[in-house]
C-alpha cells in the first residue's frame, strides 16, 4: 500500500511560486495515475492537475493551466507540482492523491482517487 506524504507550502505573496512535494512510499508508485487536488475553506475539493502513470499524460484544471506543471519522478517515489504566478484564489489545502484501481483512464474526479496525503497548506496574499 502507498502512504503519501505533502509538503512544500507555505505563505506566499501573490504572482510568487511554489513547489509542492508529494513523497510516496511502497513499491508501486509507477503503478498509479496521481494528482493534485485541493479544498478551500467552505468549498468543495477540486482538481488541479493529474498526471498518468508513465507521465507522458497530464491534465489540468483550466484555472492553473498556464501556470502550473505536474511532474513524477518514478525512480524517487515522488510527486510534484510547480505552481507560478500563484493568486489569492489559489489559497487551499493541497492534496496528493493516488489511484489505484483504473488501468489508463486519467481521472479528474476525487472520487476516482483512494490514496489521499494529509495536505499542505497554500496561503496567497494579495
Known amino acids: 500500500q502507498v502512504q503519501l506524504v505533502e509538503s512544500g507550502g507555505g505563505l506566499v505573496q501573490a504572482g510568487g511560486s511554489l513547489r509542492l512535494s508529494c513523497a510516496a512510499s511502497g513499491r508501486t508508485f509507477s503503478s498509479y495515475a496521481m494528482g493534485w487536488f485541493r479544498q478551500a475553506t467552505g468549498k468543495e475539493r477540486e482538481f488541479v492537475a493529474g498526471?498518468?502513470?508513465?507521465?507522458?499524460?497530464?491534465r489540468y484544471a483550466d484555472s492553473v493551466k498556464g501556470r502550473g506543471s505536474i511532474s513524477r519522478d518514478n525512480a524517487k517515489n515522488t510527486l510534484l507540482l510547480q505552481m507560478n504566478s500563484l493568486k489569492p484564489e489559489d489559497t487551499a489545502n493541497y492534496y496528493c492523491?493516488?489511484?489505484?484501481?483504473?488501468?489508463?483512464?486519467?481521472?479528474?474526479?476525487?472520487?476516482?482517487?483512494?490514496?489521499w496525503g494529509q495536505g499542505t497548506q497554500v496561503t496567497v496574499s494579495s
Open positions: 492523491a493516488a489511484d489505484t484501481r483504473t488501468l489508463y483512464a486519467l481521472n479528474t474526479n476525487a472520487n476516482a482517487y483512494d490514496l
Open positions: 498526471i498518468s502513470r508513465s507521465g507522458l499524460i497530464t
